[in-house]
């Protein structure tokens, strides 16, 4: 089974600075991988995605995340954090073992930007 | 192109109730998946369907249940309703069932008391 580890339950970051948000995988084969962003009260929103092409994906809103097999890792990142950044933050892996798509979801790191 | 919808937005109910919440997938696509997301946690697959059927499901009792329309829109029905059922209620919709993109609506948030 697939299944996604995000290593910080919460990043505390000042405007401005960089933004890490850490994610390990497991998958017994190449797996698709995905960020999606949560605002408060608000549904779930594609940040970017990862589907065996370049190793570099660009997303939305100048984030972007490498995928790196041999430690197996899906790190986000943005080289300046802005106030409108502050949410939570899930990594996904898609599972297709059973013939059809599901997600599975990391618990999720809130990032916390302060002025 | 109007994105994947859902209602009602909020909702408070009993113990041992039932509720239905309703999801409008997003234009062109077949594929409804429904998720439950407890406060604190990540979304949880409850199951999908694809062309009216149930394509899979995760670890949910058969008190979760689900329709279909021939519209692509979905129902989500939870029957004899527990108090670890409150959470947010997402519904996401993707082209086909194999295509891994899926696309969220906002949410219904349950509140079973």
């Known amino acids: 089974a697939q299944s996604v580890t995000q290593l910080d339950s919460h990043v505390s970051v000042s405007e401005g600075t960089p933004v890490l948000l850490r994610c390990n995988y497991s998958?017994?084969?190449?797996?698709?991988l995905f960020w999606y962003v949560q605002h408060p009260n608000k549904g779930l929103q594609l940040l970017l995605k990862y589907t065996s092409a370049a190793t570099l994906v660009k997303g939305i809103n100048g984030f972007e995340a490498e995928f790196k097999k041999s430690e197996t890792s899906f790190h986000l990142t943005k080289p300046s954090a802005h106030m409108s950044d502050a949410a939570e933050y899930f990594c996904?892996?898609?599972?297709?073992?059973?013939?059809?798509?599901?997600?599975?979801f990391g618990k999720g790191t809130m990032l916390l930007v302060s002025p | 192109e109007t994105g994947v919808t859902q209602s009602p937005t909020h909702l408070i109910k009993t113990r041992g109730q039932q509720v239905t919440l309703r999801c409008s997938s997003q234009s062109g696509h077949n594929t409804v998946s429904w998720y439950q997301q407890a406060l604190g946690q990540g979304p949880q697959f409850i199951f999908q369907?694809?062309?009216?059927?149930?394509?899979g499901r995760g670890n949910f009792p058969p008190r979760f249940s689900g329709l279909q329309f021939p519209n692509y829109s979905s129902e989500l029905n939870v029957n004899a309703l527990e108090l670890d059922d409150s959470a947010l209620y997402l519904c996401?919709?993707?082209?086909?069932?194999?295509?891994?993109?899926?696309?969220f609506g906002p949410g219904t948030r349950l509140l079973v008391l």
């Open positions: 996401a919709s993707s082209l086909s069932s194999a295509q891994e993109t899926q696309y």
């Open positions: 369907y694809y062309r009216e059927e149930e394509n």
């Open positions: 998958s017994s084969y190449s797996p698709s």
């Open positions: 996904v892996v898609s599972d297709r073992a059973s013939g059809y798509s599901t997600l599975t």
